[in-house]
């Protein structure tokens, strides 16, 4: 199930901060970002330079199905209204700096952006062609994680991508099969697994897409002998899938055991702690 309008999922966090009051921190700012982008959600018209409509979700339909390659592979920078998305990116950029995140890092990093107009269009047509090399450039001229520069960037495109996610994840859901997300490109770190079957929920647009429950979505081994998979003992419905070959892993929610909802769109960040059990275990595994 393909994650909600940014207003219900502002509700969703609100859940989550009472069931997993050890996350209330994180997310309380993921929370303000999601009121950052709200006005983003409830205007897109506003800011995507093409009409945002049924006839135009067939289209993309049909170049990812003919292609196999993720709709992300067939948009411009031009597509969308950046003046908008920056005003978007300073306010992520103040947020955390409130949050004294790196804070004299930021400072100047916001100086940069005020200054360069083009910084923003860098970033979006980075995204869109899904080169992190320009974040690890960014990020080590500025000394911030680059993985914080992806969020600040990637935040105010976000209503867009979950918006298509949730008008073609039931025409895709059940017949992708690729480990790489068909709407965003990326490759996600956590599924669901239902019955028996095994879908992969993209953290960033949230489409939900059935994979191979015998299939390494990092290095594609099928050998079954050179699969393993590690229960959590305090949570049975964790578990944590992982190939032989690569050490590469994947968290599993497992929703024939689960006792406890888990929001959907934070099913990765309210399972950090399976992300340190397989960092910190003697196999040194590596997310996917």
């Known amino acids: ?69 993720p ?24 947020l955390l700096l409130d949050k004294k995140e790196e804070d004299n890092k930021l400072r100047i990093f916001t100086k940069k952006l005020e200054s360069d107009e083009k910084i923003i269009k860098d970033a979006i ?20 994680d680059p993985s914080l520069l992806l969020l600040i960037f990637d935040s105010p495109l976000r209503p867009f991508f979950e918006l298509v996610a949730r008008e073609l994840e039931e025409k895709i859901k059940e017949n992708w099969f690729e480990s790489y997300c068909p709407i965003c490109g990326r490759q996600s770190n956590i599924a669901r697994k239902k019955k028996s079957k095994r879908y992969i929920i993209c953290s960033y647009c949230g489409l ?13 081994n099928i050998d079954p002998t050179l699969m393993g998979f590690i229960k ?14 690569c050490y590469h892993y994947i968290k599993i929610l497992d929703e024939n055991l689960v006792s406890g909802k888990i929001p959907y769109g934070l099913e990765d960040l309210l399972t950090r702690e399976l992300d340190n059990f397989a960092t910190g275990s003697d196999l040194h595994l590596v997310r996917a």
């Open 125 to 144: 047509l980075s995204i869109i062609r899904e080169d992190s090399e320009w974040f690890k450039l960014q990020g080590k001229i500025f000394g911030i």
């Open 1 to 69: 199930m393909a994650k909600p309008k940014i207003r219900e999922q502002i509700s969703e966090v609100d859940v989550g901060i009472r069931n997993f009051p050890k996350y209330e921190t994180i997310l309380k700012i993921h929370k303000e970002i999601l009121n950052i982008i709200l006005p983003l959600d409830e205007s897109i018209e506003k800011w995507v330079f093409f009409d945002v409509n049924e006839e135009t979700f067939e289209k993309f339909l049909n170049k990812i199905i003919i292609s196999k390659n």
């Open 71 to 94: 709709l992300i592979h067939f948009l411009k920078e031009t597509d969308f209204n950046t003046i908008i998305l920056s005003q978007a990116v300073n306010k992520i950029v103040n």
């Open 208 to 220: 939900e897409y059935l994979v191979d429950m015998f299939k390494c979505i990092n290095c594609g």
């Open 232 to 245: 959590i003992e305090e949570k049975k419905e964790y578990e944590l899938d992982y190939c032989r070959v």
